[in-house]
C-alpha cells in the first residue's frame, strides 16, 4: 500500500487549497479512506472520509469549508480546502480505511503535505 499526499502550500488566510493523494498497491475503489491532520504536540485528527459507496463525514471545522472527493478511474483522493484559517496549519495525512465502510480504523501511510495559512 502507498499513499501519496500533495498540494500543500504556504497560503494567506481565506485562501484555498487542494490536495491530492495518488494510491497504489490495494484496490482503490473498494475502500474508505480519509484525510487527517497533525500539528506539532497535538494528537492526529480526522478531517473528512469517505465511504467506497461514497458517503462523507466531516470533522466539525470542515464542515462547509472542505471537500473531500475521489476519482476511482485514477485511484486519486482529494480534499478542496476553501476560506482556510491559521487554525489549519498541519501537515495534512491521507489514509486507507480497513474496509469500505466509513466507520472503520483508518491506516496512515506516506509523509503527508504540510499546509500552512498565514493570517
Known amino acids: 500500500v502507498q499513499l501519496q499526499a500533495s498540494g500543500g502550500g504556504l497560503v494567506q488566510a481565506g485562501g484555498s487549497l487542494r490536495l491530492s493523494c495518488a494510491a497504489s498497491?490495494?484496490?482503490?475503489?473498494?475502500?474508505?479512506m480519509g484525510w487527517y491532520r497533525q500539528t506539532p504536540g497535538k494528537e492526529r485528527e480526522l478531517v473528512a472520509r469517505i465511504s467506497a459507496g461514497g458517503n462523507i463525514d466531516y470533522a466539525d471545522f470542515a464542515k462547509g469549508r472542505f471537500t473531500i472527493t475521489r476519482d476511482n478511474a485514477k485511484n486519486t483522493l482529494y480534499l478542496q480546502m476553501n476560506s482556510l484559517k491559521p487554525d489549519d496549519t498541519a501537515v495534512y495525512y491521507c489514509?486507507?480505511?480497513?474496509?469500505?465502510?466509513?466507520?472503520?480504523?483508518?491506516?496512515?501511510r506516506g509523509q503527508g503535505t504540510q499546509v500552512t495559512v498565514s493570517s
Open positions: 489514509a486507507k480505511g480497513r474496509s469500505g465502510t466509513l466507520y472503520v480504523v483508518y491506516d496512515y
Open positions: 498497491g490495494f484496490p482503490f475503489g473498494g475502500y474508505a
